[in-house]
């Protein structure tokens, strides 16, 4: 079955850097668009970028645009997040979904970011 | 403040129907179809609805969804227990290049 699973999350401080992982499984990952979407404490869900098939096309929300990276490894069936000068306002719980370029259909758990000295 | 417009909550008796709406505007759902989500704390949300009326397989058809114009809902019958979760409504929007999420709603059932 379709299996997201994020990993990287942690502790950092304001303006440290991250880069988040997400291991999928179950489906033929070169197929499809992935997503990172992200979710603040007692906030509502907030999609951040989407990267195509190939890796050709890439979209990022606002908050994401020039501070955050996403790239995959079509060999390995890993998406990646890189986020940089780290802000208190991006701690939250990371998404990584399958999909973007049309319904993002499938989630992970999600990994914990906390921006805090 | 999100893009699409969600009520922060609504709540209804087992058996009942309840209806969440989603407003938003012509650059988002009234150029593209609506998603829907079920989220329940500490769980990964869940595909209820895409293209604003499907149901992927294994989602109750107890769960409907439908379009108006640059508004969208979500009906859910005959609520049970097992209901009781955050839903988000979600589309692609032409003008910020983006998808966008509603606040979500917190359906209580009594």
């Known amino acids: 079955q379709v299996q997201l699973v994020e990993s990287g999350g942690g502790l950092v401080k304001p303006g440290g850097s991250l880069r988040l992982s997400c291991a999928a499984s179950g489906f033929r990952f070169s197929d499809f668009y992935m997503s990172w979407i992200r979710q603040a404490p007692g906030k509502g869900l907030e999609w951040l970028s989407y990267?195509?098939?190939?890796?050709?096309?890439?979209a990022y929300a606002d908050p994401a645009k020039g501070r955050f990276t996403i790239s995959r490894d079509d060999r390995s069936n890993l998406v990646y997040l890189q986020m940089d000068n780290l802000r208190a306002e991006d701690t939250a719980l990371y998404y990584c979904?399958?999909?973007?370029?049309?319904?993002?259909?499938?989630w992970g758990q999600g990994t914990m970011v906390t921006v805090s000295s | 403040q999100s893009v699409l417009t969600q009520p922060p909550s609504t709540s209804g008796t087992p058996g009942q129907t309840v209806t969440i709406s989603c407003s938003g505007s012509?650059?988002?759902?009234?150029?593209?179809?609506v998603t829907w989500y079920q989220h329940l704390l500490g769980a990964a949300p869940i595909l209820l609805i895409f293209g604003s009326y499907n149901r992927p397989s294994g989602v109750p058809d107890r769960f409907s969804g439908s379009t108006s114009g640059t508004s969208a809902s979500l009906a859910i019958s005959g609520l049970r227990s097992e209901d009781e979760a955050d839903y988000y409504c979600a589309t692609w929007d032409n003008s910020l290049s983006a998808w966008v999420f509603g606040g979500g709603t917190k359906v209580t059932v009594l």
């Open positions: 012509s650059s988002n759902i009234g150029s593209n179809t």
């Open positions: 990267i195509s098939t190939r890796g050709t096309n890439t």
């Open positions: 979904a399958r999909g973007g370029g049309s319904a993002i259909d499938r």
